[in-house]
């Protein structure tokens, strides 16, 4: 075989390649998947398991979802008219109606209270009057407005403090169920003058050197000042209700210059924020009665105009006869059947 045939035969025949094996990389773990679940389980979060930050206020607001341990009183009531119109006697009637065995406190400014009880109710031990002044020794004037203004706030807080106790476990005393202020007037006049004498630092030593016209013109009044007192009687008054004791205010009227619609010719002798803060206010009248032709027929009907009432709607503009005067016949005595029963 020559060479060239030799050499056609050998490209005829297959070269083999030598393979290159390629190292498999290990596959990553596959995740296993989970299904969702076709049902969901409830967690419950518990109440107890929150931790108020007010824990005090907490507190308040759980007791009240139940029955109150004190069942607040809804009458702060104004009692206003002239003298003689019978305020303190409807006052103290209702509650030797309403609460028989049971207290009243009296701040008397007036003596008001003071004379109704020893006319009315024989001196009853039910019925407690205390006089908020304190008599001067060596000034001019009769009292000492400063010392009978922290008279009266002591008055106020040993009721509080009465009342808080009538509802500790173990007290059997009689209980506390009506504060009475008369003459809210003169309180409203104290405050004026403590203002004029003590806080303005205008070196008057008494009420008359106070009330001084050249006094009067140099300095200005700051009126905050007897606000800010007479609101302590109101703040007091309000804690009352809220132990569940009635409250009820006596003022007099005196002439409104300003002519103001519905208070015929009149306005309320007191600061003027109390007939915003007080919730109900009955008016005492006297209807002197005519004949057909203008006579007199001797009677006098008094009667309580209601003319604020925050608590009953029903009661508002309405008037109910308490008392009625006869020349020549003995007097005749009705009471209020609102105050008797609770019902203003």
């Given at each position: 075989?020559s060479?060239?045939?030799?050499?056609?035969?050998?490209?005829?025949?297959?070269?083999s390649?030598?393979k290159v094996?390629?190292?498999?990389?290990?596959e990553?773990?596959k995740e296993e998947?989970?299904e969702a679940?076709?049902?969901?389980?409830?967690?419950?979060?518990?109440s107890?398991?929150?931790?108020?930050?007010?824990?005090?206020?907490?507190?308040?607001?759980?007791a009240?979802?139940?029955?109150p341990e004190?069942?607040?009183s809804h009458?702060?009531?104004g009692?206003?008219?002239?003298e003689g119109t019978?305020k303190s006697?409807?006052?103290?009637?209702?509650?030797?109606?309403?609460y028989?065995?049971d207290?009243?406190?009296?701040?008397?400014?007036?003596?008001?209270?003071?004379a109704?009880?020893?006319a009315?109710?024989?001196?009853?031990p039910n019925?407690r009057?205390?006089?908020p002044?304190v008599?001067q020794?060596?000034?001019?004037?009769?009292y000492?407005?400063?010392?009978?203004?922290q008279?009266t706030?002591?008055?106020?807080k040993?009721?509080?403090?009465y009342?808080?106790r009538?509802w500790?476990?173990g007290?059997?005393?009689?209980?506390?169920?009506?504060?009475?202020?008369?003459?809210?007037?003169?309180?409203d006049?104290?405050?004026?003058?403590?203002?004029?004498i003590y806080?303005?630092?205008?070196?008057?030593?008494?009420?008359?050197?106070?009330?001084?016209?050249?006094?009067n013109s140099?300095i200005?009044?700051?009126?905050?000042?007897?606000a800010?007192?007479?609101?302590?009687l109101?703040?007091?008054?309000q804690?009352?209700?809220r132990?569940?004791?009635d409250?009820?205010?006596e003022?007099?009227?005196?002439e409104?210059?300003?002519?103001?619609?519905?208070?015929?010719?009149w306005?309320f002798?007191?600061?003027g924020?109390a007939t915003?803060?007080?919730?109900?206010?009955?008016w005492?009248k006297?209807?002197?009665?005519r004949?057909s032709?203008?006579?007199?027929?001797?009677?006098?009907?008094?009667?309580?105009?209601?003319?604020?009432?925050?608590?009953?709607?029903?009661?508002m503009?309405?008037e109910?006869?308490?008392?009625?005067?006869k020349?020549?016949?003995?007097?005749e005595?009705?009471?209020?059947?609102?105050?008797?029963?609770g019902?203003?």
């Open positions: 075989m060479g060239w045939e030799a050499l056609a035969l050998g490209n005829e025949k297959t070269v390649t030598p094996v390629e190292e498999k990389k290990p990553p773990p998947v989970k679940p076709t049902t969901f389980e409830e967690t419950t979060i518990s107890s398991d929150f931790v108020s930050k007010y824990p005090s206020i907490e507190e308040e607001m759980v009240q979802g139940g029955q004190i069942q607040p009458i702060f009531c009692v206003v008219g002239h019978g006697g409807i006052v103290l009637d209702a509650h030797m109606n309403r028989p065995d207290l009243m406190i009296a701040i008397d400014f007036d003596n008001g209270a003071l109704c009880k020893q009315h109710y024989n001196s009853s019925i009057v205390f006089s002044w008599m020794t060596e000034d001019r004037t009769a000492n407005y400063l010392l009978s203004y008279r706030m002591d008055l106020c040993y009721a509080v403090e009342a808080e009538q500790e476990e007290f059997d005393g009689q209980k506390l169920k009506t504060f009475l202020v008369t003459g809210v007037d003169q309180f006049s104290m405050c004026i003058d403590c203002m004029k806080d303005l630092d205008m070196k008057a030593t008494d009420a008359i050197e106070a009330s001084h016209s050249k006094l140099e200005g009044w700051n009126w905050n000042i007897r800010t007192r007479f609101k302590q109101t703040a007091m008054c804690k009352l209700n132990l569940g004791v409250v009820y205010w003022t007099h009227l005196k409104d210059k300003e002519g103001k619609v519905g208070f015929d010719g306005k002798a007191w600061h924020s915003k803060d007080l919730f109900q206010i009955l005492c006297a209807k002197v009665m004949q032709d203008g006579s007199l027929t001797g009677e006098t009907r008094y009667h309580v105009d209601f003319f604020k009432q925050k608590t009953n709607s029903n009661l503009g309405q109910r006869t308490y008392f009625v005067t020349k020549g016949e003995p007097a005595w009705f009471g209020l059947a609102e105050l008797r029963d019902m203003l």
